[in-house]
C-alpha cells in the first residue's frame, strides 16, 4: 500500500458514514427525534462540541452540510455583477431570481400578489420602510407592541404621531380606529413582533388582515425574525397577511448575514415616492446642466435594491433552505421539537428551590401564552435569579459564570425595552435615574434600588436537545441553589484585632491588563490617592476603535511583562518567543522625552470610560505589540497630564464603591452617607486592591477538597497582599490564620518597620487606608498569568462559597483614608515597603 493509502481509506469510510446518514430517514416521533439530532449534530454542528449554545434567538447556528455546499458552488460557478451583459452577470441574475422565487414559495407567498426585496438585514428592511413612510403626504402615524425590538420603535423619531400599544386590548382598539378612517384619511403603520424576541410569545397574527379594503391607508409590519427560525409562517391567503414582513435569514439558518422585506403589492405604493435611487434602480440620470432621472418602471424589487446585490450571500441563501430542510424536515416539526424542549426548560426552571423553600426563579411570561401550546409560545426564556434571601441575583454574574462552564446565553436588555421595563415593573423616572446614575446596557451594576435593570434570556433552536436543557438546568442547581440552610458563607465574626499583619508583597501594573511588576523588598514606595505609583499608568489601545485591551478578550496580554527600569528611566516592554524590547521613557513631562513628537493627543475608551491619552506614535511599538497580541493596536498613556495636575480627564471610582461601615458587614456593604469618589488612573474600579493571603489560603483548600488547581496569587491582580505572622521570617502562629477578616475591616494603618507591634501609637502610621466595597470578581482570574491560559478555576469555587448580594467576592478596593479634622495620617499620600507592619481596624 502506497504512503498515502491509509489516509485516503479513511476518508472514504468517512464519506460513506456520512452518506449513510444523509440517508437516514427524519423520525417522527419526539424521543427519536431527538435521539436523531443528538447525532445529527455531532457531524453537522462540530462548533458544539462541549458547548451549550442557548442563543439561538440572537442567531442560530450554520450547518457543516451548508458551509460545504456553499463552498462548492462558488467554486463551481463563475459569477459576475448582475447589472452587466456578460454571461457570469447573466447567471448571476439568474441565480438571484430563482433564490427569490424560492424564498417567497418557502413562506407559501404567491409571486403574484408578494415581492421580495433583499437586505443586508432585518434592521435595513426596517429602514427602508421608514424611508418609505416619511415621504408619505402629511408623514405618518405610527404605533408599535411594546414588546418591539429596538430596531422597530426606531421607526417613531420620523413620524408624525406615534403610540406604543401596552397591551393586546389597545392594539385591537388602535387598529379598529385606523382601518376605519378615524385618522383623517391620514397614513399609519402599526409594526409589532410576530415573536416577542424577550420571552418568546407569539402574538396574534390576525392583527394583520385586511378589514379596510385594498384602498386603506392603514399597513401592517410583521417583524419575523425572532419567529422563523423554530416556527413557520404561512402568507397563502393574501388577505391575512402583513402588508410587510421583515426576515432575517441568519437567524433563521445561521448562515447567510442577509435580510429581505416581502410586500404585499397592493401596498407597495408607499414606496412610490422613496427618493432616494442608487446604481440599479435608475434607466438614466443627468448631472451636468440638469439634474434629472428616469427610475426603472419593473418589479418592486428592481426599484428598491440599490447597488450590487449581495450576490454570494443569495447563492449561499439557497443552500441553506435545502440544507435545513434535509436535516431537520419541516419548520412544523421543528417548532413541535423546540416547543417540547422549551416546556421542560419551563418547568425545570420554575420548580427550582432553595432548601428554606424560596423559589429560585422568576419567569417573565405573557398571561396568554402557555409553554403547552407552541400556538402561543416560543422556545425563548426570559428571567432572573433570587438567592436563599429572596435578593436579586446579578444577571452579569450569572454571565460570567456561564461563560466559565462554556454555557453561551443573552443578558441585559435584549433590545427589548418595552418587554423588559413591563416584566421588571420599571417606570421611566426609574430607568432615567438608573441611567444618570451610570447604568449601561451590558454594564455590571445591574441590580439598583432592589430591581434587577436587565433579564437572563435562553433560547432554543432547531439543533438543540433535551440533553442541552437537562446541562443547564444542572448548572443552576450546582451554582445558584442555596442547598444548605446557611444563607452564605461570607464571614461577620468580627476580627480578632490582637493578631499581627504586615505587608507580605507589593505589586504595580503599569500597563493595564499586562502582567505585574513586583516592587522589590528593600523599596520603599509612594501611595497617592489614586493609587500605588506607576500603577496603571499606561494601555494598550486598539488603533481603530481606541478602545482599551482587556485581558478578558486578550488572554495573550497576561504575557506581556513591562518592566520599571529607574536607573535608565525607561519602561521596558518584552513579550513571550522573543528577544525584542521596547522602551518608552518614564518622565512624564514631553519636554524631557528625546523625541518630543513620539506621541499624540487621543480619544480613548476605558471600562465605558471616555479619556483623553497621549499615544505612542513610534511605529515599532505598535508593531511590537501588534505582533504580540495579533491585533491592531498601541501603547497609550493616562493621564495626559502630570498626576500633580490632575484635570476634570481624571477617572474616578464606580459608584458602588465607597467606605465600608463601622459595623461588621459583609464586604458588599456600602456606607450610603456622604463620601467622595476616588480618582484613579486606568484601574478598572478603585486606587488599590488588597488581598489577605489567609484567605487565599483557605480558598485553596477548598478548591483542593475538588481536585481543583490552586490559584496563584497573581491571578487576582492586587497591589497589596497582607500577611499575619512575623514579617521578619514569614511566620505565621499554627491555628491563628483568620481567612476572610477582611470581610469585616474598615481599614487599616500601615505603620513604620521599626514600630509595627500593635502596642504603636497611631501617631507612628506611615499613612492610613479605607477598606472600600469587596472586589466583584470576573472570569479574568481564571486567566493564568504565566501561560495565558484560561481554566475554570478558581471562579468556579468562589462562586460556590464567596457569593454575596448576588456577586462573587474576593479582596477588598483600597485607598488612602478620607481627609479629617485631625488631618494626622489621612488624606495625603506616604510611603510604603514590603515588611511594614499593618494595624487593621
Known sequence: MDEGGPLHLKAAVAKLNMDEFQETPIPETSDDYDDYIQRM??????????????????????????????????????????????????????EVENVRSQVLQYFNADPLGFDLVFVANA???????????????????????????????????????????????????????????????????????????????????????????????????????????????????????????????????????????????????????????????????????????????????????????????????????????????????????????????????????????????????????????????????????????GKWISTTEVEKLAAIKDIHLRTGGVCNPGGVAQALGLEPWEMRENFSAGQRCGGEDDVRNGKPTGIVRVSLGAMSTKSDVIRFLAFLDDFFVDHTTTVNSISTVAPDLGSGWYIESLTVYPIKSCRGWQVPDNMEWEVRREGLAWDREWCIVHQVTGKALSQKQHPRMALIRPVLDFKLGVLRISGPGTKQEVTVPLSKDPTYLAQPHDFTSSNATVCGDAIKTRQYTSHSIADFLTSLLNVPCTLARFPSVDNSTLTSTTRHSKPHISPKTKNPSPPSTRDHHHHHPQPILLSNESPILTITRSSLNRLNETIKLHAGKAAHPSVFRANVILAEGNPINNTTAGGQEQPWAEDNWTGMRVLHPSSSSLSSSSSSAVLEMDFLSGCRRCQMVCIDQTTGERNQEPFVTLARTRRVEGRVVFGVHSALASASEEGKGKGVGGMVGVGDGVRVF
Not at 427602508?128 to 408599535?144: K, T
Not at 386590548?169 to 416577542?196: I, M
Request: hydrophobic letters at 35%.
Open 123 to 389: 434592521t435595513a428592511g426596517m429602514k427602508l420602510m421608514l424611508e418609505a413612510m416619511r415621504e408619505q403626504e402629511g408623514g405618518f402615524r405610527f404605533a408599535y407592541h411594546v414588546d418591539s425590538h429596538t430596531s422597530l420603535i426606531g421607526m417613531r423619531e420620523h413620524a408624525t404621531k406615534t403610540d406604543c400599544l401596552r397591551t393586546d386590548e389597545e392594539v385591537e382598539c388602535w387598529l379598529r380606529n385606523a382601518r376605519s378612517g378615524c385618522e383623517n384619511g391620514g397614513t399609519t403603520l402599526f409594526a409589532y413582533p410576530a415573536q416577542s424576541n424577550m420571552h418568546g410569545r407569539k402574538l396574534p397574527l390576525r392583527w394583520c388582515s385586511h378589514e379596510a379594503g385594498a384602498h386603506s391607508k392603514s399597513y401592517t409590519l410583521l417583524d419575523a425574525a425572532a419567529l422563523m427560525p423554530t416556527s413557520p409562517l404561512d402568507l397563502s391567503d393574501a388577505y391575512a397577511s402583513p402588508d410587510f414582513t421583515i426576515l432575517s435569514f441568519n437567524k433563521m439558518f445561521g448562515f447567510p448575514d442577509l435580510g429581505a422585506l416581502i410586500v404585499r403589492k397592493s401596498a407597495a405604493r408607499v414606496f412610490d415616492k422613496r427618493r432616494y435611487f442608487g446604481g440599479g434602480t435608475v434607466e438614466m440620470v443627468l448631472c451636468v446642466k440638469e439634474q434629472w432621472h428616469a427610475r426603472k418602471s419593473g418589479p418592486l424589487h428592481d426599484r428598491l435594491e440599490d447597488g450590487t446585490l449581495p450576490i454570494h450571500s443569495i447563492l449561499a441563501l439557497k443552500s441553506a433552505m435545502k440544507v435545513h430542510k434535509e436535516l431537520f424536515g419541516t419548520l412544523t416539526r421543528t417548532s413541535m421539537h423546540t416547543a417540547d424542549l422549551a416546556r421542560r426548560l419551563h418547568d425545570g426552571l420554575v420548580k427550582l428551590r432553595h432548601a428554606n423553600g424560596e423559589l429560585v426563579c422568576s419567569a417573565y411570561k405573557h398571561s396568554t401564552s402557555s409553554y403547552n401550546d407552541p400556538a402561543t409560545q416560543g422556545p425563548t426564556m426570559a428571567f432572573n435569579l433570587k438567592d436563599s434571601r
Open 41 to 94: 449534530r455531532k457531524a453537522e454542528y462540530p462548533m458544539l462540541k462541549d458547548s451549550l449554545y442557548l442563543d439561538h434567538a440572537g442567531t442560530t447556528l450554520y450547518a457543516k452540510r451548508l458551509m460545504d455546499r456553499f463552498h462548492q458552488d462558488m467554486m463551481s460557478n463563475l459569477l459576475g455583477n448582475p447589472h452587466s451583459a456578460s454571461p457570469s452577470s447573466q447567471r448571476s441574475m439568474l
